[in-house]
């Protein structure tokens, strides 16, 4: 079974630092990858996806990530954070011949300070 | 938009209850999923749903059941509630390109 991991639980970061969350994910085979994010009160909302192709995908909110096949990554990275980022992000990883299931990382809760 | 409702956002049960949790998807989406979300281990998969009356163990199925008798509505059933089913529970249903789209979540709490 595939699992995913996110090594970073909680990162607090000033205004304006870049940012780099950490996504891997253990299956040898293809995978849609997805990046989701929980603002505080709200409920779970798709950032970006991988499917194929560019391995450097944009999502929304100036979001990107990119995918290494080689190193079984999917990190998300904000070159400029804003207060206005701060929630949880979840990785999540559908490999191919499991149906409709995702699989979830534990999250990294991400703080923005002013 | 897609719209994912679920019946209630905070819920208190006692210990023994049978509660049922429901979740409708207005976007005649034919996969419909039931998650719960704890601190530190993120989302787990309960059961999922691919058609009407099809359903599947996701990685956490025990205590939990569900229902699948119309397309637009999945529901949860916990048939005697426990102190360690206490959390959030998240209702997804996805689309062709395997996005999910996700309810509010309803808070349980088993006292």
């Known amino acids: 079974a595939q699992s995913v991991s996110q090594h970073n639980h909680h990162v607090i970061l000033s205004e304006a630092a870049s940012l780099e969350l950490g996504c891997n994910y253990s299956y040898g085979g293809t995978v849609n990858l997805f990046w989701y994010v929980q603002y505080p009160g709200q409920h779970l909302q798709l950032l970006l996806k991988?499917?194929?192709?560019?391995?450097l995908v944009k999502g929304i909110k100036g979001f990107e990530a990119e995918f290494i096949k080689s190193k079984f990554s999917f990190n998300l990275r904000k070159p400029s954070v804003q207060w206005s980022d701060t929630a949880e992000y979840f990785c999540?990883?559908?490999?191919?011949?499991?149906?409709?299931?995702?699989?979830f990382g534990t999250g990294t809760r991400l703080q923005v300070t002013l | 938009d897609v719209k994912v409702t679920q019946s209630s956002r905070y819920l208190v049960k006692r210990t023994g209850e049978k509660v049922f949790l429901e979740c409708v998807q207005d976007?005649?989406?034919?996969?419909m999923f039931w998650y719960r979300q704890d601190p530190g281990l993120g989302l787990r998969l309960i059961y999922f749903?691919?058609?009407?009356?099809?359903?599947e163990k996701g990685d956490i199925p025990e205590g939990y059941s569900v229902s699948r008798e119309k397309k637009e509505r999945f529901s949860l059933i916990l048939e005697s509630a426990s102190t360690n089913q206490t959390s959030m529970y998240l209702c997804?249903?996805?689309?062709?390109?395997?996005?999910?789209?996700f309810g509010p979540g309803t808070r349980l709490t088993v006292t």
């Open positions: 997804a249903s996805r689309d062709y390109s395997y996005e999910q789209y």
């Open positions: 749903s691919y058609d009407v009356k099809m359903k």
């Open positions: 976007m005649d989406h034919e996969n």
């Open positions: 991988y499917f194929s192709g560019d391995p």
């Open positions: 999540a990883v559908n490999a191919a011949g499991t149906a409709s299931k995702l699989t």
